[in-house]
């Protein structure tokens, strides 16, 4: 549901001791979804190609954490450190509550009410799970719409084109029966409010990836918007400890 306005809280602070890049996936922001078969995977690694960096720490958040889970695998030698925060997981099977909330969003996407399916999203990911939703900063709200309304606007026309995106590579196997054969030093964070499902997932992460360690923030799906500084000081303490002195 976010694109690089995601981490607009992180970008100055990281960018004190790091090289910082905060690309839009396929899709998000200003990146296009083309046509035909693709992966998320060979975009990123083309990335890091592009601006020259061998390695790197990755941090994905929800669909983006499932990306970079999948690059750990594919490209060890490319992952210095592993931030997870409140990842999605390939060869994770979806909860009935996943299927039902897919369901209404595709509803409400095919009767063109994008309104109504940006308000979903925010009540699910934004307001979260046993939390009043009055205590959800209006302005958080608002930012987290303008980039779910964004990604509607893209994605929509996308599928409805010929030929539409994809089939879209992924790790095989899947991820989630390999997740023991992650190397790279690894953090899990989640929202005490996310949805079950999502918090059911970082549990596995942190249980499954050899010496991960894990974070729970008071927040739902959006950790490092919803709590940027707590976020960030602990992302930059675990990245002190996790890269080489020579990659600082």
Do not use: C
């Amino acid at each position: 549901m976010g694109d690089r306005r995601l981490w607009e809280p992180q970008a100055d602070a990281f960018s004190e001791r790091h090289l910082v890049l905060r690309p839009d996936l396929r899709g998000f922001g200003e990146s296009p979804l083309p046509g035909g078969p693709f992966s998320y995977v060979d975009d990123l690694r083309a990335l890091l190609d592009h601006v020259g960096i061998d390695r790197a720490a990755v941090v994905g958040n929800s669909f983006g954490g499932r990306v970079v889970l999948d690059f750990a695998l594919v490209h060890p030698e490319r992952v210095a450190a592993l931030v997870l925060v409140d990842a999605a997981l390939s060869g994770h099977e979806s909860w009935p509550a996943s299927e039902a909330f897919d369901e209404e969003e595709d509803t409400l996407l095919d009767a063109g009410r994008l309104d109504e399916a940006v308000e979903l999203n925010l009540r699910t990911w934004v307001d979260g799970t046993g939390r009043d939703p009055a205590a959800v900063p209006a302005e958080l709200r608002r930012r987290v719409g303008e980039m779910q309304r964004r990604a509607f606007e893209i994605v929509v026309p996308a599928f409805e084109a010929s030929p539409p995106p994809g089939p879209v590579g992924w790790a095989d196997p899947p991820t989630a029966t390999r997740l023991a054969e992650i190397g790279a030093p690894t953090l899990v964070v989640v929202g005490r409010y996310d949805v079950e499902e999502f918090r059911a997932i970082s549990d596995r992460l942190a249980a499954e990836i050899p010496g991960a360690s894990k974070a729970v923030f008071d927040a739902a799906h959006l950790p490092a918007l919803e709590r940027p500084d707590e976020f960030n000081r602990l992302v930059l303490d675990f990245l002190e400890d996790a890269l080489p002195v020579e990659a600082g």
